[in-house]
């Protein structure tokens, strides 16, 4: 289903940002001393007591076929992925507190901010121009396998997927994936999601309209990471430029019909 819409470009669909995408303001703190007192000293805090991030595990092992929730995934090829689209922990690059999601849409990466200095990085993919959007959201609800249902916008145009219009029952090659991660904006869903997809070659492209897409296993595992509302940025990059977005009153193109009731809502 590579021509069913799935990511903004540039994510600056509906009204992301306003007061929400700020830049940083440094902190400067002074001390002062005496000519004849000596500051007290004070000792250094060693590596290994600062917060650390797990290892995520091997390549091999994290995209290998699993079973999950009764539903058979199938392995990536390794192989076949570049290397920097790998799950992997790196140097945080936002400057945002943990718990924090930011995807750099010039990368093609979705960063969740750990502590330590510490982030997760995810390949993803974005969408085709045209769908693109910036700003700031907030992760309200989540669905394991959900069921995905065209919307009737897309039915219109995609006459074929009116077989789909009560519901394409979840599983491996369901456009939403293993997971859904819905984002909303003033208590109002934006039509955006964050979701698993089985097209993992994808992964790094422009490729869908109203979401951004994660390989399964990456879906799943950022899922299980995400148990509260989790504040999310979309930027065109990561400089601090990309921090000033406009807002805007766009929604995102519909991947499907809405948030279904049996999804968690996070509080």
Known sequence: MSDIPLVPERLSRRAFVGASALGCASVVLSACTTTDVAPPAVAPVPPSAAPSEPAVGDTATMYAARTDEGYQLPAIPVAKLDPKFVRQIVADPTG????????????????LVRDGGKAIRYGVSLGKAGFGWTGSAVVQARKKWPVWTPPPEMIQRRPELAKYKDGMPPGPQSPLGARALYLFRDGKDTMYRLHGTPEWD??????????????????????????????????PNLSAAGKIMAVSGRTAEPIDAGVPKDAEFLK
Do not use: W
């Not at 718990?99 to 990368?107: C, F, P, Q, R």
């Open 96 to 111: 945002e507190k943990p718990g924090t999601i930011v995807v750099d849409v010039s990368e093609h990466f979705l960063y």
């Open 202 to 235: 994808s992964i790094g492209k422009n490729a869908s309209s109203g979401c951004v897409r994660f390989m399964n296993q990456d879906i799943i595992d950022l899922y299980g990471r995400v148990n509260g509302p989790a504040q999310v940025f979309v930027r």
